[in-house]
């Protein structure tokens, strides 16, 4: 989160409204109405307590982008936002702390994640999630040389190497977000070659900082 007075939440003020949010989850999981509560219930209590406890500012968060283990070739998650190449270190875990999270006064969140994995490079990604709670505001390019180029090059030269998100309506948490079609190139020469798995998004709201 950045440093500025505006966008920062005191200790005292975050424990109000970490509380506030856990008071209205809890009433609406009773049954009962809470005068004023109507836009927040209808989150839903994870939502809900996200929405409440960041205030508009940039935050440093967890979010992460695979290819599921069902679509890969090794029967793992391969996550474009880890860097990891084969053989010696396969990006087959999640990273932390990797992206920006920007919430503006009206509670619009745009998500800011890099995608640095050169062995499975990123062509294209579907403008949306399948569901509409996600869409693709942006996508930026980098230069792309592939590892071990001089043997196993790519014919792209270029790959995505970040995308940043409209989350305003996003859970996080457990939920992910599904995008299809996608286009992907492997190097690696035991997979080398055109793909088309599709992405799934993962943010942890609770991670921001």
């Given amino acids: 989160m950045s440093e500025s007075r505006a966008s920062s939440v005191s200790r005292r003020d975050f424990l109000k409204v970490a509380a506030g949010a856990t008071a209205v989850a809890a ?50 998650n391969a996550y474009v936002t880890n860097a990891g190449n084969p053989p010696g270190n396969k990006p087959t875990s999640p990273v932390s702390d990797n992206a920006t999270l920007a919430v503006s006064a009206d509670g619009k969140k745009t998500l800011t994640v890099p995608v640095v994995n050169d062995t499975f490079g990123l062509r294209s990604i579907a403008p949306s999630s399948t569901d509409g709670t996600v869409s693709v505001i942006s996508t930026s390019t980098t230069t792309w040389t592939a590892p071990w180029f001089h043997f196993f090059p790519t014919p792209y030269g270029e790959r995505i190497s970040s995308i940043t998100f409209d989350v305003t309506n996003f859970s996080g948490g457990s939920a992910v977000a599904d995008f299809s079609p996608c286009a992907e190139y492997v190097t690696f020469p035991l997979y080398k070659g055109d793909k088309s798995w599709d992405l799934h998004l993962v943010v942890d709201y609770s991670s921001a900082k």
């Fill in 27 to 76: 009433v609406a999981a009773a049954g009962f109405d809470l005068p004023g509560s109507e836009g927040v219930l209808k989150l839903g209590p994870e939502k809900a307590f996200a929405q409440a406890t960041l205030s508009p500012g940039t935050y440093t968060v967890t979010a992460n982008l695979y290819a599921a283990a069902s679509d890969t070739p090794i029967g793992k």
